[in-house]
């Protein structure tokens, strides 16, 4: 949603939610235009990641991204084992607004934007974190935040994942920054995914 997100970035609530009929009736006439170059980027590489992924268990999609950690935890096992994140996403999700020191941080529940920090407390051995972002993604974070991740990479290249190999992929269909007429596009990708790595 690049080219058209800060239309309504402001809009999305604390939960990760959005009011359409509201920003319609703010906008009204308005459409949301989509970079559908970028979502084809995403469905090649998602193809071609989750057709090597050894279990269908170990993909899971979701409608928000506080979900990752439960089942990393409770479902993936990652425990104390060592990790990296790969996060394909507008935003870097490592804490907005109050989020200046550590103890601030910590007194905060786990969100969609503060999970990408948040998984440290949980699963301790978190080795690196890497944000493939948008051009125009807000880039601004605090320095105690930067302390507080491990290594970290921002990049708006999606080929530095190109030599990876995944062991999980999580994708969320974020409702509050996709508009209602691109949903077909998630569950597309999802169901097609679903296809491929249960095959």
Not at 92 to 101: Q, S, V
Request: aromatic letters at 14%; proline letters at 6%; a negative charge.
């Amino acid at each position: 949603m690049a080219p058209s997100i800060v239309a309504y970035n402001s809009f999305a609530q604390g939960g990760g939610s959005n009011d359409w009929d509201v920003i319609h009736a703010l906008m009204p006439g308005v459409t949301f235009k989509a970079d559908m170059d970028k979502y084809f980027q995403l469905v090649v590489y998602l193809s071609n990641i989750c057709s090597k992924l050894p279990d269908p268990k170990r993909f899971l999609t979701s409608s928000s991204h506080d979900i990752l950690v439960q089942c990393m935890i409770n479902d993936w096992k990652i425990g104390k084992r060592p990790y990296h994140i790969f996060n394909i996403d507008h935003h870097h999700d490592c804490g907005y607004g109050d989020c200046l020191d550590y103890d601030k941080f910590k007194q905060q529940p786990l969100t969609c934007a503060n999970w990408a920090l948040k998984v440290k407390e949980k699963c301790p051995n978190y080795q690196s974190y890497t944000w493939i972002k948008n051009d125009n993604s807000d880039t601004q974070i605090s320095e105690d935040i930067l302390d507080m991740l491990p290594t970290h990479i921002f990049s708006s290249d999606i080929s530095v994942i190109n030599y990876v190999n995944f062991d999980y992929v999580f994708m969320c269909s974020s409702p509050g920054w996709t508009p209602p007429n691109y949903m077909p596009l998630f569950d597309a990708l999802r169901f097609s995914l679903e296809k491929l790595i249960n095959k």
